[in-house]
């Protein structure tokens, strides 16, 4: 079994940053591709970044260029930077663990393991 706790959520305005939080533990999880996904108020949950133990990241052409995923393999803890914040970006935000399939192709991603998620509102 492997745990998520995810952090760092919040308000933020447009143009804005945050940074969350993924802490990872149990068996075997920091072993495991990892990512995040978002489900925006009244749409289902999408995946936005992955990133391996080797560093090789995906990411949704949405965030591209704004989101950067990064892992503190020591810490076993995944980050998410987020820039220049747009009110779309609005969506509770979870981290996952050990990737079942296409995995280098962060909107079509599936995950066993998930976080309870973190609430972001980015007002314009």
């Known amino acids: 079994q492997v745990q998520l706790v995810e952090s760092g959520g919040g308000s933020v305005q447009a143009g804005g940053s945050l940074r969350l939080s993924c802490s990872a533990s149990?068996?075997?999880?920091?072993?495991?591709?990892m990512g995040w996904f978002r489900r925006a108020p009244g749409k289902e949950r999408v995946g936005i970044a992955t990133?391996?133990?080797?560093?090789?990241?995906s990411y949704a052409d949405s965030v591209r260029g704004r989101f950067t995923i990064s892992k503190d393999k020591a810490k076993n803890i995944l980050y998410l930077q987020m820039n220049s914040l747009k009110p779309e970006d609005t969506a509770k935000y979870h981290c996952?663990?050990?990737?079942?399939?296409?995995?280098?192709?962060?909107?079509?991603?599936?995950?066993?393991?998930w976080g309870q998620g973190t609430q972001v509102n980015v007002s314009s």
């Open positions: 996952a663990a050990r990737c079942l399939s296409s995995c280098y192709v962060a909107t079509r991603s599936t995950f066993e393991y």
């Open positions: 149990g068996d075997g999880s920091n072993r495991y591709i």
């Open positions: 990133i391996d133990n080797d560093g090789v990241t």
